[in-house]
C-alpha cells in the first residue's frame, strides 16, 4: 500500500505526450458514453422528472397544472400519516437490519465451521433467495390468513393472529423478510469471510485465543467492508420496503404498518391521487437516505482509520 | 483492497438511491394530451359499426358481466371490442397513469362512486346529445346516470348495476331452527339470526362476516342500513359526513355487539376486500350482506332481501361501474355504437338479465328472466329504493385502506370506543378538500 507516486516527467515530455492523451481522453469519453447514457435516462431523467413534480401542482388524473412550491412539501410533511410512517419505518428497519446481519453471520460462521453438511445448509439457507419477494410475500398471506391457511385451525385453538395486532402484523412481516433474505446476508458474509486469509486465524490459534477472542478481534476487524457492504444494503432496502407490507397488511391493521414508500403509493394512488405531494415526499426519502448512507460509510471509515 | 471495497460500497448505496428513484419514477407521467373530442355526437342514434377495433378496461369484481357483454357485442357486430380486466386495487392507478399520458382506452368502466370525480376531471367525453336521443332516456337508472352528470351533461352510462343485498344460506337457517323463506325484518332480527346460526356450532360455519377492513365494502354493505333507517350518510353537496347521526349509532351497536359475541367471521376483522364473499359462496356463513351480482356464482339456496335498517325497512347501495367514452378516444362513434347496443333491450334482457343480474332501464325489470327467479324480483323492487352517495372526494374519505372511515368502524366495531364525533369531523375534513 506504500507505492509513493511516480516523480512528475520533466515539462516537456507533458508537451510531447499532449496529442495521444486528448485522443486518449476521448477514447475514455467513448468507452464512458454507454454507461453514461443509461445514467442518465434510468437514472437522472427520472430524477428531474420527479424533482420537477415535487415543485408542482400535479393530480394523478390531470397531469401538470403548474408550478406551485413549496406547497407539496408543507403536505407532505403535514399529512396525518407523515409521522407515524417515519416512525415505523425506523422501527421496522433497526428490528430487520439487526436480525438479518445477526443471522446472516451466524448463519455463515455454521456454514463455514461445518464441513460435513456444508452444501445441504448452504442450499437450503439460500433457496427462499431463489423466490420474488412479491411471491414470497403472496405465501406469507396464505400461510397467515385466518380463513385460507393450512395453520388455521392450529391458529384458531390457541386463539393468536398473525395480522390482526399492530405488532403481530409487524413480527409476522419482519418473519418474512428475515426467511427471505436471510440466506442472501448469509453469502455475503461468507464471502466476506473466506476473503479473510488463513494464516491469520493460525496466528491467532497459536498464540492461544479463544473462539470468542479470535471472533472479536479477528474475525470482526477484518469482516468491517463486508459488514459496511451489508449494513448499507439492508438499511437501504428496510427503509425503501413496500412489498411486503402492500401485499401482506396494506398499512393496516388500524394503520399500524404503514412505510414511508407505501405513504407514498398511498398518496399517488389510493385517494389523494396528488402526484406533486408524492412526488415531494420522495425527493425527502432520497435526501434522507443519501445523508443516511453517506454517515454509515463514514460511521465505517472512520473506525477503520 | 480497502479502497475498493470501499468504493463498491458507495456504489452499493447510489444502486439504492437509484432504484429509490425508479420506484418512485414510475408515478411520472408525460404531458396531458387531449383526445379527438368532435366524433361522438355526431355519431347517429347507434353509431358507428365499421369494423374497428375498440379497448374496453374494467375492473376485476365485474369480469363475468363484462367478458359476457363483450363476447355478445362482439359475435353480433363488426366492431370488436377487445377487454382487459384490471385487478380491483390497481384500477385507479392504471387509470391515472394512462390519463395523465393521454393512453386511456376508447371505452373504460369506473366505479360509480369515483365517477363525478372523474368526470369533474374531464376524463370522460360529453355523450348528453346521444343519451338525449335514446327513446328510453327517462328509463335509465338515475343515480348512475346523475353521478356522471356534471353542468347538465351526462358523460357516463350505467355499466353493471351492483346492488348491496342481504343474503342468508336457507340450509344453515334450516339447521338453526329458523325459518328459511323469511328474512330478518330489522338489525336487531338479523343479529339473532347470525347468533342462532352460530349457535349451532358447527365446525367453521359463522353467524355472518363483513370486510371490516375494506372501506369500500363497508360502504357497499352498511350505508343502505343508515338509508333504511330514514338517516343520510353524507349532506346534499357531498362535502359533510353525518356518520355520527342516531341511525348510525344504533348500527354500529348491533355490529359491536355482533362481534364481541363472536358470531362474525374471525377473518373479517383484518378482511381487506379480496376474499370478503368468499366464505359466505362456500356456505360457511350464515347471513350476510352480499353483492347481487353474485346471485348467479352462488352455487346453494340463498334468500335475498334488501338490507334492513335498525327498525327495519329496506334499502340498498346502487353500486357497481358506470362506463363512458374516454377523452383520448379517436374512435368515439364506434365506441357509442357499443355504448347505444348495451343499452338495448337485447343486452340489458338476453345478456344481463338472463345471468340474473340487474337491468339499468326500469322498464325492463320485469322481464321473462326476472319472472322466473322471484328473487330477481325482490332485487329490482329494492333498486328503486336505493341511492348512490356522490361526493368529489369519495375515494380518500372511504375506500381507500386508510380512510378515516375506515378507523372510525374500526373503533366503533371492533375496539366499541373512539370519539364518533372525532372520527366522523375527520371524514368531513377530507371530504372538503
Same mark, same amino acid.
Given at each position: 500500500?506504500?507505492?509513493?507516486?511516480?516523480?512528475?516527467?520533466?515539462?516537456?515530455?507533458?508537451?510531447?505526450r499532449a496529442r495521444p492523451s486528448r485522443r486518449q481522453a476521448l477514447f475514455g469519453w467513448i468507452y464512458a458514453t454507454p454507461t453514461a447514457v443509461f445514467v442518465a435516462a434510468l437514472f437522472v431523467l427520472p430524477l428531474l422528472l420527479v424533482v420537477k413534480m415535487s415543485v408542482s401542482r400535479w393530480p394523478l388524473l390531470t397531469g401538470d397544472q403548474g408550478l406551485n412550491a413549496p406547497?407539496n412539501f408543507? &403536505?407532505a410533511?403535514?399529512?396525518?400519516?407523515?409521522?407515524?410512517s417515519v416512525?415505523?419505518t425506523v &422501527?421496522y428497519t433497526?428490528?430487520a437490519t439487526?436480525?438479518l446481519l445477526?443471522?446472516g453471520?451466524?448463519?455463515?460462521?455454521?456454514?463455514?465451521?461445518?464441513?460435513?453438511?456444508?452444501?445441504?445448509?448452504?442450499?437450503?439457507?439460500l433457496v427462499p433467495s431463489a423466490l420474488g419477494l412479491a411471491s414470497a410475500s403472496l405465501?406469507?398471506?396464505?400461510?397467515?390468513?385466518?380463513?385460507?391457511?393450512?395453520?388455521?385451525?392450529?391458529?384458531?385453538?390457541?386463539?393468536?393472529?398473525?395480522?390482526?395486532?399492530?405488532?403481530?402484523?409487524?413480527?409476522?412481516?419482519?418473519?418474512?423478510i428475515?426467511?427471505r433474505y436471510a440466506g442472501f446476508y448469509m453469502v455475503l458474509m461468507l464471502v466476506g469471510?473466506q476473503s479473510?486469509?488463513?494464516?491469520?486465524?493460525?496466528?491467532?490459534?497459536?498464540?492461544?485465543?479463544?473462539?470468542?477472542?479470535?471472533?472479536?478481534?479477528?474475525?470482526?476487524?477484518?469482516l468491517r467492508p463486508t459488514l459496511a457492504l451489508t449494513t448499507v444494503l439492508c438499511v437501504t432496502g428496510s427503509l425503501l420496503a413496500f412489498e411486503q407490507f402492500y401485499i401482506?397488511? &396494506?398499512?393496516?391493521?388500524?394503520?399500524?404498518?404503514?412505510t414511508v414508500v407505501q405513504l407514498i403509493y398511498m398518496i399517488a394512488f389510493q385517494?389523494?391521487n396528488d402526484l406533486g405531494v408524492a412526488a415531494a415526499l420522495s425527493v425527502i426519502v432520497l435526501a434522507a437516505l443519501v445523508l443516511i448512507n453517506a454517515l454509515q460509510l463514514r460511521a465505517f471509515r472512520?473506525?477503520e482509520? | 483492497m480497502k479502497r475498493r471495497s470501499g468504493g463498491r460500497t458507495v456504489l452499493r448505496s447510489l444502486a439504492g438511491v437509484l432504484a429509490a428513484t425508479l420506484i418512485l419514477s414510475s408515478a411520472a407521467c408525460g404531458d396531458d394530451d387531449?383526445?379527438?373530442?368532435?366524433?361522438?355526437?355526431?355519431?347517429?342514434?347507434?353509431?358507428?359499426?365499421?369494423?374497428?377495433?375498440?379497448?374496453?378496461?374494467?375492473?376485476?369484481?365485474?369480469?363475468?358481466?363484462?367478458?359476457?357483454? $363483450?363476447?355478445?357485442?362482439?359475435?353480433? +357486430?363488426?366492431?370488436?371490442?377487445?377487454?382487459t380486466?384490471v385487478p380491483?386495487d390497481d @384500477?385507479v392507478a392504471k387509470v391515472g397513469a394512462a390519463a395523465g399520458s393521454g393512453g386511456l382506452p376508447?371505452?373504460?368502466?369506473?366505479?360509480?362512486?369515483?365517477?363525478?370525480?372523474?368526470?369533474?376531471?374531464?376524463?370522460?367525453?360529453?355523450?348528453?346529445?346521444?343519451?338525449?336521443?335514446?327513446?328510453?332516456? =327517462?328509463?335509465?337508472?338515475?343515480? +348512475?346516470?346523475?353521478?356522471?352528470?356534471?353542468?347538465?351533461?351526462? +358523460? $357516463?352510462?350505467?355499466?353493471?348495476?351492483?346492488?348491496?343485498?342481504?343474503?342468508?344460506?336457507?340450509?344453515?337457517?334450516?339447521?338453526?331452527?329458523?325459518?328459511?323463506?323469511?328474512?330478518?325484518?330489522?338489525?336487531?332480527?338479523?343479529?339473532?339470526?347470525?347468533?342462532?346460526?352460530?349457535?349451532?356450532?358447527?365446525?367453521?360455519? @359463522?353467524? %355472518?362476516?363483513?370486510?371490516?377492513?375494506?372501506?369500500?365494502?363497508?360502504?357497499? %354493505?352498511?350505508?343502505?342500513?343508515?338509508?333504511?333507517?330514514?338517516?343520510?350518510?353524507?349532506?346534499?353537496?357531498?362535502?359533510?359526513?353525518?356518520?355520527?347521526?342516531?341511525?348510525?349509532?344504533?348500527?354500529?351497536?348491533?355490529? *359491536?355487539?355482533? /362481534?364481541?359475541?363472536?358470531?362474525?367471521?374471525?377473518?373479517?376483522?383484518?378482511?381487506?376486500?379480496?376474499?370478503? %364473499?368468499?366464505?359466505? %359462496?362456500?356456505?360457511?356463513?350464515?347471513?350476510?350482506? @352480499?353483492?347481487?351480482?353474485?346471485?348467479?356464482?352462488?352455487?346453494?339456496?340463498? #334468500?335475498?332481501?334488501?338490507?334492513?335498517?335498525? =327498525?327495519?325497512?329496506?334499502?340498498?347501495?346502487?353500486?357497481?361501474?358506470?362506463?363512458? !367514452?374516454?377523452?383520448d378516444?379517436?374512435?368515439?362513434?364506434?365506441?357509442?355504437?357499443?355504448?347505444? /347496443?348495451?343499452?338495448?333491450?337485447?343486452?340489458?334482457?338476453?345478456?344481463?338479465?338472463?345471468?340474473?343480474? !340487474? !337491468?339499468?332501464?326500469?322498464?325492463?325489470?320485469?322481464?321473462? @328472466? *326476472?319472472?322466473?327467479?322471484?328473487?330477481? $324480483?325482490?332485487?329490482?323492487?329494492?333498486?328503486?329504493?336505493?341511492?348512490?352517495?356522490?361526493?368529489?372526494?369519495?375515494?380518500?374519505?372511504?375506500?381507500?385502506?386508510?380512510?378515516?372511515?375506515?378507523?372510525?368502524?374500526?373503533?366503533?366495531?371492533? =375496539?366499541?370506543? #373512539?370519539?364518533?364525533?372525532?372520527?366522523?369531523?375527520?371524514?368531513?375534513?377530507?371530504?372538503?378538500?
Amino acid at each position: 500500500m506504500n507505492v509513493s507516486a511516480p516523480a512528475r516527467p520533466p515539462s516537456a515530455a507533458v508537451r510531447g505526450r499532449a496529442r495521444p492523451s486528448r485522443r486518449q481522453a476521448l477514447f475514455g469519453w467513448i468507452y464512458a458514453t454507454p454507461t453514461a447514457v443509461f445514467v442518465a435516462a434510468l437514472f437522472v431523467l427520472p430524477l428531474l422528472l420527479v424533482v420537477k413534480m415535487s415543485v408542482s401542482r400535479w393530480p394523478l388524473l390531470t397531469g401538470d397544472q403548474g408550478l406551485n412550491a413549496p406547497d407539496n412539501f408543507t &403536505k407532505a410533511v403535514d399529512h396525518r400519516f407523515f409521522t407515524d410512517s417515519v416512525v415505523f419505518t425506523v &422501527k421496522y428497519t433497526v428490528i430487520a437490519t439487526v436480525l438479518l446481519l445477526a443471522l446472516g453471520l451466524g448463519m455463515a460462521l455454521l456454514v463455514q465451521e461445518s464441513s460435513r453438511w456444508n452444501n445441504l445448509l448452504r442450499a437450503s439457507f439460500l433457496v427462499p433467495s431463489a423466490l420474488g419477494l412479491a411471491s414470497a410475500s403472496l405465501l406469507f398471506y396464505v400461510l397467515y390468513s385466518p380463513y385460507a391457511s393450512p395453520l388455521a385451525p392450529v391458529v384458531e385453538r390457541l386463539g393468536i393472529t398473525f395480522l390482526g395486532s399492530p405488532n403481530a402484523a409487524l413480527f409476522s412481516t419482519v418473519f418474512l423478510i428475515v426467511w427471505r433474505y436471510a440466506g442472501f446476508y448469509m453469502v455475503l458474509m461468507l464471502v466476506g469471510l473466506q476473503s479473510i486469509p488463513a494464516d491469520v486465524f493460525e496466528a491467532a490459534r497459536s498464540d492461544g485465543a479463544s473462539r470468542w477472542q479470535t471472533f472479536r478481534s479477528v474475525t470482526l476487524p477484518l469482516l468491517r467492508p463486508t459488514l459496511a457492504l451489508t449494513t448499507v444494503l439492508c438499511v437501504t432496502g428496510s427503509l425503501l420496503a413496500f412489498e411486503q407490507f402492500y401485499i401482506l397488511t &396494506k398499512g393496516g391493521p388500524d394503520n399500524s404498518t404503514i412505510t414511508v414508500v407505501q405513504l407514498i403509493y398511498m398518496i399517488a394512488f389510493q385517494g389523494q391521487n396528488d402526484l406533486g405531494v408524492a412526488a415531494a415526499l420522495s425527493v425527502i426519502v432520497l435526501a434522507a437516505l443519501v445523508l443516511i448512507n453517506a454517515l454509515q460509510l463514514r460511521a465505517f471509515r472512520s473506525e477503520e482509520n | 483492497m480497502k479502497r475498493r471495497s470501499g468504493g463498491r460500497t458507495v456504489l452499493r448505496s447510489l444502486a439504492g438511491v437509484l432504484a429509490a428513484t425508479l420506484i418512485l419514477s414510475s408515478a411520472a407521467c408525460g404531458d396531458d394530451d387531449q383526445g379527438d373530442q368532435g366524433g361522438v355526437a355526431e355519431a347517429g342514434p347507434t353509431g358507428v359499426d365499421d369494423g374497428s377495433e375498440l379497448t374496453l378496461w374494467t375492473r376485476a369484481p365485474l369480469e363475468k358481466q363484462a367478458k359476457l357483454l $363483450v363476447e355478445a357485442y362482439n359475435a353480433g +357486430h363488426q366492431n370488436k371490442v377487445k377487454l382487459t380486466v384490471v385487478p380491483n386495487d390497481d @384500477y385507479v392507478a392504471k387509470v391515472g397513469a394512462a390519463a395523465g399520458s393521454g393512453g386511456l382506452p376508447d371505452l373504460f368502466a369506473a366505479d360509480i362512486v369515483y365517477v363525478p370525480n372523474w368526470v369533474n376531471q374531464g376524463l370522460f367525453q360529453d355523450l348528453s346529445s346521444n343519451i338525449d336521443g335514446l327513446g328510453f332516456k =327517462d328509463t335509465i337508472n338515475k343515480g +348512475h346516470l346523475s353521478a356522471g352528470t356534471r353542468d347538465g351533461k351526462a +358523460h $357516463v352510462l350505467p355499466f353493471v348495476l351492483d346492488l348491496s343485498m342481504l343474503f342468508w344460506n336457507k340450509q344453515l337457517f334450516k339447521d338453526a331452527g329458523l325459518d328459511p323463506e323469511k328474512a330478518p325484518a330489522n338489525l336487531a332480527e338479523y343479529a339473532a339470526a347470525a347468533k342462532a346460526v352460530q349457535a349451532t356450532k358447527k365446525p367453521g360455519v @359463522y353467524g %355472518t362476516a363483513a370486510g371490516l377492513n375494506c372501506g369500500g365494502c363497508l360502504v357497499f %354493505t352498511w350505508f343502505p342500513s343508515i338509508w333504511a333507517g330514514g338517516g343520510e350518510v353524507l349532506s346534499e353537496d357531498g362535502t359533510e359526513a353525518k356518520l355520527a347521526d342516531e341511525t348510525a349509532q344504533k348500527m354500529y351497536g348491533t355490529w *359491536a355487539d355482533l /362481534w364481541k359475541s363472536g358470531a362474525v367471521l374471525p377473518a373479517s376483522a383484518g378482511e381487506t376486500g379480496p376474499t370478503w %364473499t368468499a366464505a359466505f %359462496t362456500e356456505g360457511k356463513v350464515g347471513l350476510m350482506f @352480499y353483492p347481487a351480482t353474485l346471485l348467479s356464482s352462488t352455487p346453494f339456496d340463498v #334468500g335475498v332481501a334488501g338490507i334492513p335498517g335498525p =327498525d327495519g325497512g329496506a334499502s340498498t347501495f346502487v353500486g357497481g361501474d358506470g362506463i363512458g !367514452v374516454s377523452k383520448d378516444s379517436k374512435k368515439a362513434a364506434q365506441a357509442w355504437n357499443f355504448l347505444s /347496443w348495451m343499452m338495448s333491450e337485447e343486452a340489458q334482457v338476453e345478456v344481463l338479465a338472463k345471468n340474473k343480474d !340487474v !337491468v339499468s332501464r326500469s322498464d325492463l325489470a320485469n322481464n321473462k @328472466y *326476472a319472472a322466473q327467479d322471484p328473487r330477481l $324480483v325482490t332485487i329490482n323492487e329494492v333498486a328503486g329504493k336505493g341511492d348512490t352517495p356522490v361526493a368529489l372526494n369519495f375515494q380518500q374519505a372511504f375506500n381507500a385502506p386508510s380512510s378515516p372511515w375506515l378507523t372510525l368502524v374500526r373503533n366503533q366495531v371492533l =375496539d366499541g370506543d #373512539g370519539d364518533l364525533q372525532k372520527d366522523n369531523s375527520e371524514i368531513t375534513a377530507v371530504l372538503k378538500q
